[in-house]
């Protein structure tokens, strides 16, 4: 149980172009999730959080404007890269928890690897 | 602030040796600690927990950790490393309130040779 998938796994746009990363938990309900960036060989690095129904908390330095986020139900939050640039270029990685296991871990997804030329 | 340190970037051991990666961590109150793996082009996917009770906990693919209150740690073990183990390991903490996220140490890469 508690599987969170997350599509595409791997992406490549040109630079202006916008690009939308889904993140659907499957056999549970979140009505919190969060996006993390990978650079390589780095740690993970908490982008913004995702509340259901309302608008996301993104961490200090995230342009939200860039990084758009909506979650609209409670098993879907979607990332939107706007106006994609090569230096946005990352391994992109959602999670979730169940919504009423505070104790519960995250549970990830497979990622996205984002390729801006 | 939460934070997390793993001192190590990288964990060298032979095939049936104990192996530990290290982790200490800096949190207001009490933490909840978690160990992930994560392979190449992966997600991660979730090794254990400490929330509390035990200080040694047991979790997946053979694995243990145990928390260290005074020493603010929680190292990961395993008494018998397999080639299969080698991936990239992070410690990850989080305070007790709903809703906060994980903050992940830097990560150690275990390469595990035959």
């Known amino acids: 149980g508690a599987v969170v998938s997350q599509h595409p796994s791997r992406v490549i746009c040109k630079s202006g172009t916008s690009v939308k990363i889904e993140c659907r938990s499957l056999?549970?309900?979140?009505?919190?999730m969060f996006w993390y960036r990978q650079f390589p060989k780095q740690s993970l690095m908490l982008m913004a959080t995702s509340n259901e129904g309302s608008k996301a908390t993104y961490e200090q330095g995230v342009e939200k404007d860039k990084f758009l986020i909506n979650h609209a139900s409670l098993t879907l939050s979607t990332l939107t890269v706007t106006s994609a640039h090569p230096e946005d270029s990352s391994f992109y990685i959602c999670?979730?928890?169940?919504?009423?296991?505070?104790?519960?871990?995250?549970?990830f997804g497979n990622g996205t690897r984002l390729t801006v030329t | 602030a939460q934070s997390v340190a793993q001192p190590e970037d990288q964990v060298n051991v032979a095939e049936g040796n104990p192996l530990t990666v290290k982790c200490t961590y800096s949190?207001?109150?009490?933490?909840?600690l978690f160990w992930y793996v994560q392979y190449p082009n992966r997600g991660l996917q979730f090794l254990l927990k400490?929330?509390?009770?035990?200080?040694l906990v047991k979790g997946s693919y053979g694995f243990e950790a145990e928390f260290n209150k005074s020493q603010t740690s929680f190292h990961l073990k395993k008494p018998s490393a397999l080639v299969s183990d080698s991936a990239l390991y992070f410690c990850?903490?989080?305070?007790?309130?709903?809703?906060?996220?994980?903050?992940f140490g830097k990560g150690t890469t275990l390469s595990v040779s035959s």
């Open positions: 400490y929330i509390t009770g035990d200080n």
């Open positions: 999670s979730a928890r169940v919504s009423d296991g505070q104790n519960s871990p995250l549970h």
């Open positions: 056999d549970f309900q979140a009505t919190t």
């Open positions: 990850a903490v989080r305070e007790i309130q709903a809703g906060t996220a994980l903050i």
């Open positions: 949190v207001s109150g009490n933490p909840y």
